[in-house]
């Protein structure tokens, strides 16, 4: 699932290619029965209405509230992605086929395999599409007054930004101490805690910091809670500069994979000799129903 700084990635995409560019249609093949009368773009009756709101209008920016992308039209409207499992932008010159849509380039990293599950258009008036590959169809999209933002359900409850400037070491401690007999990798993703945090980067918090997945959060020491923090933004930047991480299905704003894949110290390393060469071995379990990879030697349980 996109995390954090692949959001980012993509919004930074985004403000980049499509700001200021018309939307002239939209077009969608989401259809669940499961989403009937919700409030979605995969209930048809929805989508009529999201179709209305959005043709006609402009791209003004691109926002991120945790793993949210918020689309802000110059109409008063945004739309809100959450790009769940599978979801990724993309920016180009796609063509309908009849069944499905296609990018005119006969090659580029817009063919990718993993970018031709378009489920998702938007027309532009430059000709080219803003396009929405979704392999699984989990994703959420939405759209909402803008000025209502801070009433959206989905946005409401999410936790303090890590990237934000009110984001402290007091900060990031009062928040996982709500939940103080949690394990600290659930703890770390959970979004009313801390907003962006997932699998992948929770793993390389806790390696770098030194702390077991399955640590008490109230049993940490200060210590260590101080070097969990002190990793967390360095770690987030860095995925950023990466290009985010495409070790499964993520594709930046022109279809291209990120980069920081290649820098993982634990997240599926199962086996592998612990990059601090200090005799341990990278080890799996599964934490709160999701994985967990760390070190078994200088990851302290607490």
Sequence with gaps: MPELPEVQTT?????????????????????????????????PEYFAHFKKDVVGATIKRASRAGKNVLIHLSNGKTILTHMKMTGHYMYGEYFFNGTMWK????SGPLLDPYNRHIHLIFSLADGRHLAFADLR????????????????????HLGPDPLSQEFSYTLFR???????????????????????????????????AGVHPVSIVSKIPEAQFKKMFKTTVPLLKKGIDFGGDSDSDYRNIHGEPGKFQNKHNAYRKTGEPCPKRDGGTITRLMVASRSAHFCDRHQIKY
């Design 11 to 43: 919004v930074d995409g985004i403000n980049a290619e499509v700001k200021g560019k018309k939307i002239t249609d939209v077009w969608t093949d989401y259809n669940s029965l499961f989403h009937a009368k919700k409030d979605n773009i995969k209930n």
């Design 103 to 106: 990018p005119v380039p006969k």
């Design 137 to 156: 169809k989990f994703a959420k999209v939405f759209i909402f007054d803008t000025d209502s933002e801070k009433r959206i359900e989905d946005l409401m």
């Design 174 to 208: 009062e928040q996982l101490l709500k939940r103080p007999n949690w394990k600290i990798k659930p703890a770390l993703m959970s979004q009313d805690l801390i907003a962006g945090i997932g699998n992948i980067y929770s793993d390389e918090i806790l390696f770098a």
